[in-house]
T-cell receptor, first 113, second 112 residues
């Protein structure tokens, strides 16, 4: 069965500092991995995806994510956090073939001025 | 201006009433999805449709129904059989079942 774990309910970081939001997954076959961001009372916005290729994926708003097959992880990163990055972040995974997209429970990122 | 629209943004109903949530997309996407979001539980799949006139149950389909008569539209009906309908409902679409999904702004349903 597919599963996604976001081990931190909340991540706190000061503006200008690097941020990391963690995600680990379990899936049969090769993983298709996604990150989404959600602002209050809004829908999810797609940030980036890993399908194949380079382990470091670059996405929207300066975010990037690193795929690590041996650790089954896909952590979201940004070199310098902004207060406006404060939001709820979701990691999602699906396996090969048609399998549904499974979402993690989300990590709230709080960037302080 | 391409995208996914959901209406209304807020919806209030009395217990025992059926209610239909609208989802429209002009992205020419084949696949459409309905999710339910509850605090601390992430997103749970209710129904999905890969093509017109075809749809499948997701993980929590009981008490819900859908139709897909047009490519652009995928309305969700929350029936009186749904035990705990108060939630934030999100509609999404994708080019096909394997690609990233794009989400609408959501409808917050409150049933009292």
């Amino acid at each position: 069965a597919q599963s996604v774990a976001q081990p931190e309910d909340q991540v706190n970081v000061a503006e200008g500092n690097p941020l990391t939001v963690k995600c680990t997954y379990s899936v049969s076959g090769n993983p298709y991995l996604f990150w989404y961001v959600q602002y209050p009372n809004r829908g999810l916005q797609f940030l980036l995806k890993y399908i194949t290729g380079d382990n470091l994926v670059k996405g929207s708003y300066g975010f990037e994510a690193e795929f690590n097959k041996s650790q089954t992880s896909f952590h979201l990163k940004k070199p310098s956090a902004l207060v406006s990055d404060s939001a709820l972040y979701f990691c999602a995974v699906r396996g090969t073939g048609f399998q549904k997209l499974v979402f993690g429970t989300g990590t709230r990122l709080l960037v302080s001025p | 201006d391409g995208g996914i629209t959901q209406s209304p943004k807020y919806l209030f109903r009395k217990e025992g009433q059926n209610v239909t949530l609208s989802c429209e997309q002009n992205l020419n996407h084949d696949a459409m999805y309905w999710y339910r979001q509850d605090p601390g539980q992430g997103l749970r799949l209710i129904y999905y449709s890969q093509i017109v006139n075809d749809f499948q149950k997701g993980d929590i389909a009981e008490g819900y129904s859908v139709s897909r008569e047009k490519k652009e539209s995928f309305p969700l009906t929350v029936t009186s059989a749904q035990k705990n309908p108060t939630a934030f409902y999100l509609c999404a679409s994708s080019v096909d079942r394997g690609k990233e999904q794009y989400f609408g702004p959501g409808t917050r349903l409150t049933v009292t």
